[in-house]
């Protein structure tokens, strides 16, 4: 599938790994709804790409609010083709840690965000697809999700994080094998250490220490390597219930 005027939602699409994505599929003449909690930031894109984007203020974890953003999208552009899900929070809490017992609410929100957010998007996000009529390979979307490597090296005081990216990792195969009927394909990609709003609050010296640990290229990943992967799979029929690790050859140690 070829981006090009084509209509495409990005949650989390106001920043980090989302925006970057948002400007490469703009640039290559997609139609690109911004989701995203962040008003100011949501509108400053959108002003910042003129026509070729819009801005819903959106909130994963509604239904109501995700569907508003597809019926937006759907109303905009007539139809929806791509979803990419970049929404996502990075909480870190010990089981037990000095502070005392982690919080159920931590762990509820980690996986209300992380995990139902995708889920929400996903399936609201499809149900609109099948209505689009097929290209010639029978295509009539591409679901992008993101998980991270924390799904399968999650690091101390990351529970609820490294659970809720492990669920989207859970939730690719099953969702590509039902929405094949209708030719639908979904993929995750899995990043590393990226340089987004969520790292650029670390200290220094932890920032190094991340970089340091990469095998090759030692550093953090600028938000348009994934975007470029986002776009490759979208273009790309044979990936398809994939997950796909985006991170140098990184492997986290416990701490």
């Not at 819009?54 to 109501?64: G, H, K, L, P, Y």
């Not at 159920?104 to 099948?130: E, K, P, Q, S, Y």
Request: aromatic share 4%; charged share 15%.
């Amino acid at each position: 599938m070829q981006v090009a005027r084509k209509s495409v939602v990005v949650t989390g699409g106001a920043s980090g790994l989302g925006a970057a994505t948002v400007k490469l599929f703009s640039s290559l003449g997609a139609r690109v709804l911004i989701a995203d909690i962040d008003v100011v930031g949501g509108a400053a894109l959108e002003k910042e790409l003129g026509t070729t984007a819009i801005f819903c203020q959106t909130d994963v974890t509604s239904e109501a609010s995700v569907m508003s953003a597809v019926d937006a999208a759907i109303k905009k552009h007539d139809a929806l083709h791509v979803l990419v899900c970049c929404a996502g929070i990075a909480p870190a809490e010990k089981l037990v840690g000095r502070k005392g017992v982690h919080s159920l609410a931590g762990f509820w929100r980690a996986v209300d965000v992380n995990l139902i957010g995708v889920f929400n998007a996903m399936r609201l996000a499809a149900a609109a697809m099948t209505r689009n009529a097929p290209n010639p390979d029978g295509e009539r979307g591409v679901i992008v999700n993101t998980a991270s490597i924390a799904a399968f090296d999650g690091q101390i005081g990351q529970c609820a994080y490294a659970a809720s990216k492990a669920g989207v990792i859970g939730m690719t195969l099953p969702a590509s094998r039902e929405l094949a009927q209708f030719g639908i394909r979904v993929a995750t990609v899995a990043p590393g250490v990226f340089d987004t709003p969520m790292t650029a609050v670390m200290p220094e010296s932890v920032r190094t220490s991340l970089t340091r640990q990469v095998p090759f290229p030692q550093r953090f990943g600028p938000p348009e390597e994934f975007a470029a992967l986002a776009l490759h799979i979208v273009e790309n029929t044979m990936i398809n219930g994939e997950v796909i690790r985006l991170d140098g050859g990184l492997r986290m140690p416990p701490r």
